[in-house]
């Protein structure tokens, strides 16, 4: 595998193996169907258009496609028997009474790990998909190209146990030495269209290369995306990128920049170092302050014209959330079950790996991240509110963000921002599949459409908590806490997957690892 010397230089301060052979997924032993006929009764609906919840309704499944959805009745009263499809012998039925029904998720920045975080294909499918997510963009695919085009046609084939794959590559990925001129860039994107890649990923690059790569992508109908990393930034911010052509973000790099009303490069102190990570996140902590005020003419202005530019923000609160509090995501229940011993390790402090950069991290820290959240989800809940599309995704894997688990994170955090609970699953949904560009087949739940859905024992309009495969916490009428929720069943393609034998399968090999090591979790400096 060869990268440009630009991407190298992204890749190392990640410290990601990616030279190192990611074992492939096995072949799918999860998951019964499609069905000749489906019939998922007495189901709530949310169906991602934005549109309110309805139910109880029966939902028909013909193969892989909803075939019917029929409204069966009125909340709290017994179900109107006449009104529901009859199943015969060649039909599967689900018992979903009470239940709530949501359209497949879309996690727009999902990394497959790697052998830095020794994750495999299989522990990180089965968390996705245990908590509702269908389908992933790959940003990068540092596990290879040829890998991840692999894993994207076999996952369409259902012949593993995953999402839907959309392989966006990054920038440079197999040409041989640095890309340096626009030639270079645009017989690049020829490649990578000709062997079948969904989209790209930059983290920026100089002006006539960036340029010529975004205007062949979209000649090609290629998806682009960037990473406004500071070592590019100064070259195109995002609303410069916007203005080529570019057609999504992901984080939120270069949106301040793109503000800055009395200085040209950020305010860094000058000591700085890129390669020390906590220099690098400490330091993005104080960067929207530096920008243009909320409600600004700057502000407004560039907010508005990213908007008229279709440009698509992917802002991934949920990475950078224990920049402002540590010890709760370090802290989080579902680390001692489900979070591999590897992983673990990678999190930890370190002034290596990418993300683990709690060399000297306190007080003053976090308060600068809860002041730079607070305006950057001004900025994106006022891009969401004039029409701006947001999406979802988690970048998990990193700052002790667990797959699945962090995106159900990401979902509290846009109700955090001011995004309503419909808005939120129509960002998980409908907008994602309008970036990959195939909203005629996915993102809502309407009859033709593919069957992609997320069915879950609780109200997540109500309680977000309730998608968490640990559920959400409840006290009973005999004054003992409960756990309710749990995503119960995550159909793809109209294979229905058993969510919690997912999770079980997961937490097993979370054992099976921590028994080979004999190894037990425990929190940075403490023995005990």
Do not use: C
Request: net charge negative; no cysteine.
């Amino acid at each position: 595998m060869k990268f440009s010397s630009s991407l190298l230089l992204i890749i190392a301060t990640f410290s990601l193996t990616v030279l190192a052979q990611m074992p492939d997924a096995p072949d799918r032993s999860e998951g019964e169907g499609p069905y000749e006929r489906l019939i998922i009764r007495g189901v709530n609906l949310i169906d991602g258009t934005g549109s309110p919840a309805t139910g109880p309704v029966d939902i028909v499944v013909e193969g892989n496609r909803i075939a019917s959805i029929q409204t069966v009745g009125y909340p709290n009263l017994p179900i109107n028997e006449n009104r529901r499809p009859e199943a015969d012998e060649n039909t599967k039925v689900i018992d979903a009474e009470g239940m709530y029904m949501l359209p497949g998720f879309f996690d727009m920045h999902a990394h497959t790990g790697g052998g830095a975080q020794g994750t495999t294909p299989e522990y990180v499918y089965k968390l996705w998909l245990a908590h509702g997510i269908t389908s992933i963009r790959e940003p990068g695919s540092f596990n290879g190209m040829e890998w991840t085009l692999l894993h994207k046609e076999r996952s369409g084939k259902n012949e593993i146990t995953a999402p839907r794959i959309s392989a966006w590559i990054g920038f440079g990925m197999g040409h041989d030495g640095p890309i340096t001129t626009a030639a270079q860039a645009r017989k690049w994107v020829q490649m990578i269209h000709k062997e079948g890649a969904d989209g790209i990923k930059f983290f920026g690059a100089s002006p006539k290369v960036y340029a010529a790569a975004i205007d062949e992508a979209n000649k090609l109908g290629l998806g682009t995306m960037t990473h406004h990393a500071q070592t590019r930034v100064v070259y195109n911010d995002a609303l410069k990128s916007a203005q080529l052509g570019l057609t999504s973000m992901t984080h939120w790099y270069g949106l301040p920049e793109s503000m800055f009303d009395d200085k040209i490069i950020q305010d860094y102190p000058l000591d700085y170092n890129y390669n020390n990570e906590q220099h690098r996140f400490e330091e993005a902590g104080n960067l929207w302050k530096q920008a243009a005020a909320p409600g600004s003419e700057t502000w407004e202005s560039v907010m508005d014209e990213m908007i008229e530019l279709d440009f698509t923000l992917n802002p991934t609160f949920t990475i950078y959330e224990a920049n402002r509090d540590l010890s709760a995501q370090r802290r989080a229940e579902w680390h001692e079950k489900y979070t591999l011993p590897s992983l673990w390790k990678f999190y930890a402090p370190s002034r290596i790996s990418h993300g683990s950069y709690w060399i000297e991290w306190g007080t003053e820290q976090e308060i600068a991240w809860k002041e730079n959240f607070n305006l950057w989800m001004q900025f994106v809940n006022e891009y969401k509110n004039k029409g701006g599309r947001v999406t979802l995704g988690s970048d998990a894997g990193y700052i002790y963000k667990l797959y699945g688990f962090g995106y159900i994170q990401e979902m509290e955090l846009f109700r955090e921002a001011g995004f309503h609970p419909l808005e939120i699953f129509q960002s998980a949904s409908l907008k994602a599949a309008e970036v990959l560009g195939v909203d005629d087949e996915l993102g809502t739940i309407e009859v033709g459409k593919l069957a992609d859905m997320v069915i879950v024992d609780g109200n997540p309009m109500k309680n977000l908590k309730v998608l968490y495969g640990t559920g959400a916490i409840y006290v009973n009428d005999e004054n003992q806490p409960v756990r309710k929720g749990g995503v119960r069943y995550t159909i793809k393609d109209g294979i229905v997957f058993d969510a919690k034998q997912l999770l079980k399968d997961v937490a097993e090999m979370v054992e099976a690892a921590k028994a080979e090591e004999d190894f037990k979790i425990t929190q940075p400096g403490l023995d005990w």
